[in-house]
């Protein structure tokens, strides 16, 4: 029985070695948030769960490369394998089709079940809504639940937050005026102007402003203004 699992194991690193090189032809097809998952996914499977201290807020590529692998938890290395080669046969449903796979290896992957990065729509918090910048899904599920807008992440961070950081304009106007705090703070200290301006939403940072957004320093002493392009700093 051991002799058969360490094969299957086996047959599981290769088929990911393979799904991840493949992945490198399909890479220029995919946006920013699907190359995140597959790196989070990638890191999970061949680090484990993150260990690593969470990046300076203003590094912002590698702050989203960290919350995409932190947020995968304590999943296991070889549901990881499996979440990723899926997701590969999503992308290109032929991609596997003259690997020489082992019949174990198909047992391996197949008995993986419920475990992809993507959540059912049935499983998803306003947090996860925000995230998807899907308006109707969030002003439905505060309708019926306003108290979920106080609702953090581990990380601290608020709906706004997380709306701010990806630039949603309609989820933020959503936000604020079921009344979520504009100068609500995250573990760090940072506020939604400190995610807008970091990223260069423009936009997100005028409207912020108008309803009340200041120019608070984070627990790193650093304001939105600090961390801002020369663009974004002319408006604060």
């Known amino acids: ?46 680090v484990g769960p993150c260990d690593t201290p969470r990046p300076s807020w203003y590094q912002t590529q590698a702050k ?3 919350e995409a692998w932190k947020a995968l938890g304590d999943m296991g290395k070889e549901v990881a394998m499996g979440s990723y080669i899926r997701a590969v046969g999503k992308l290109d449903p032929t991609w596997e089709k003259d690997a020489r796979l082992g019949s174990q290896a198909w047992v391996t992957v197949s008995r993986l079940p419920n475990t992809d990065v993507e959540l059912r729509d049935i499983d998803k918090t306003l947090l996860d ?17 306003r108290k979920s807008i106080n ?13 701010s950081d990806r630039g949603y304009m309609p989820t933020i106007k959503c936000l604020v005026e079921n009344g979520a705090e504009v100068n609500a703070r995250d573990n760090e200290g940072q506020t939604a102007l400190h995610y ?12 912020l402003l108008s309803v009340g957004a200041q120019c608070v320093k984070d627990n790193d002493g ?4 600090d961390v801002a392009d020369e663009q974004i ?3 604060l």
């Open 1 to 46: 029985m051991a002799n058969s699992e360490s094969a299957d194991i086996s047959q599981l690193d290769k088929t990911f070695d393979r799904a991840a090189d493949h992945l490198q032809s399909l890479a220029s097809q995919l946006d920013s948030g699907q190359l995140l998952g597959f790196y989070g996914l990638y890191k999970q499977a061949t």
């Open 233 to 235: 700093a002319a408006l």
């Open 64 to 66: 989203h490369k960290w």
């Open 196 to 207: 807008a301006a970091s990223c260069g939403h423009a936009e997100v940072v005028k409207y």
């Open 151 to 163: 609702v953090s992440d581990d990380s601290g961070m608020l709906p706004i937050h997380w709306a």
């Open 129 to 145: 809504w925000v995230k998807d910048g899907d308006e109707e899904k969030v002003r439905d599920i505060i309708a019926r639940d």
């Open 222 to 225: 650093m304001t939105p203004k």
